[in-house]
């Protein structure tokens, strides 16, 4: 083998050995990151989580939790007043009765609903609701 063919077949090597590094050590980890992630909970999963956040008095995972829970299925009017009473009992009652209305959009028929946003108007809204239905 020639001295030419040599340096050809060793700048050829390394040709090769660097497009596999910068394929599998740039490229493949970037495609990776770049993935959405995905998550298996279901809406009675974020639901059964904020439902013990609200039996602890952890009133922040619970509203967190009742968001995700109405963002996956915004038809469940129970998330709603749940999410309403974890936001009355941490003292804020603006957002409880505008939970109430958004469900209430939802279904505007819901008795337990408009009973819940009648007694948030009248400041007669019991917040251990949620945490006793259960």
Avoid: C, H, W
Avoid at 87 to 99: I, P, V
């Amino acid at each position: 083998m020639t001295k030419r063919n040599k340096k050809t077949v060793i700048v050829s090597i390394l040709v090769v050995v660097l497009l596999a590094a910068l394929v599998f050590g740039v490229i493949l980890p970037y495609r990776n990151k770049t993935k959405a992630p995905t998550s298996n909970n279901t809406p009675i999963d974020y639901s059964t989580t904020a439902k013990q956040a609200l039996d602890n008095k952890n009133y922040t995972v619970a509203v967190e939790n009742y968001n995700k829970a109405i963002t996956a299925d915004p038809t469940v009017a129970e998330n709603y007043i749940d999410k309403s009473a974890a936001e009355y009992a941490s003292g804020d009652t603006e957002a409880a009765k505008a939970t109430v209305v958004e469900g209430l959009t939802q279904d505007p028929n819901n008795e337990l609903l408009k009973a819940r946003l009648d007694a948030l108007d009248k400041n007669t809204f019991d917040s251990n609701i949620g945490a006793e239905r259960q």
